[in-house]
């Protein structure tokens, strides 16, 4: 927030670029908790194959800041001021069913089972069991998702 988005508004030339974030396996869960915390500057998240259950990476910790970092726990609490604030972002959800995707499936589907349940805008994007857990298909995937937003 306070190198990279000012750099990347520089280098636009405009102070107040809507960005997106976008990230892959786990940097998919960054990319849409980054974004529903900072809907006011990214306005999109492009997450492939994300892990939103974290639950298991926190070592048991407990804790209110482990919590708000669990999209998946806190979404389904969103209201008033919040929820408003939330919708203002759009979730592009994409995961494979082959290879390796394994917990990204049932994740992915219920991270966006709790986003639209709270009316909150996001597409969520099914591919084929062929479609696998890796960069080959990850950069397929961005071609086509970015290439719509662009065209938007």
Same mark, same amino acid.
Not at 34 to 51: D, M
């Given at each position: 927030?306070? @190198?990279l988005?000012?750099?990347?508004?520089?280098?636009?030339?405009?102070?107040?670029?809507?960005? /997106?974030a976008?990230? /892959?396996?786990?940097?998919?869960?960054?990319a849409? *908790?980054?974004? +529903?915390k *900072?809907?006011?500057?990214? &306005?999109?998240?492009?997450? +492939? %194959?994300?892990?939103?259950? /974290?639950?298991?990476?926190?070592?048991?910790?407990?804790?209110?800041?482990?919590?708000? *970092?669990?999209?998946?726990?806190?979404?389904?609490?969103l209201r008033?001021?919040?929820?408003? &604030?939330t919708?203002?972002a759009?979730?592009? =959800?994409?995961?494979?069913?082959?290879?390796?995707?394994?917990r990204?499936? %049932? @994740?992915?589907?219920?991270?966006a089972?709790?986003?639209m349940?709270?009316? =909150?805008?996001?597409?969520l994007?099914?591919?084929?069991?062929?479609?696998?857990? @890796?960069?080959?298909?990850?950069?397929r995937?961005?071609?086509?998702? +970015?290439? &719509?937003?662009?065209a938007?």
């Amino acid at each position: 927030m306070d @190198e990279l988005v000012p750099w990347i508004r520089q280098d636009c030339r405009s102070a107040d670029i809507p960005l /997106v974030a976008c990230g /892959v396996s786990f940097g998919g869960f960054y990319a849409l *908790n980054f974004t +529903l915390k *900072n809907p006011e500057i990214f &306005r999109r998240a492009l997450c +492939l %194959s994300g892990r939103y259950d /974290v639950g298991a990476f926190l070592q048991g910790d407990r804790s209110e800041a482990a919590w708000f *970092n669990q999209p998946l726990a806190y979404v389904p609490q969103l209201r008033g001021d919040a929820l408003r &604030r939330t919708a203002q972002a759009r979730a592009t =959800l994409v995961v494979g069913q082959g290879a390796h995707e394994g917990r990204c499936i %049932s @994740e992915t589907a219920r991270m966006a089972r709790a986003l639209m349940d709270r009316g =909150l805008s996001c597409d969520l994007d099914v591919w084929g069991h062929d479609v696998s857990h @890796e960069w080959v298909w990850w950069r397929r995937q961005l071609r086509h998702h +970015l290439g &719509r937003m662009v065209a938007a």
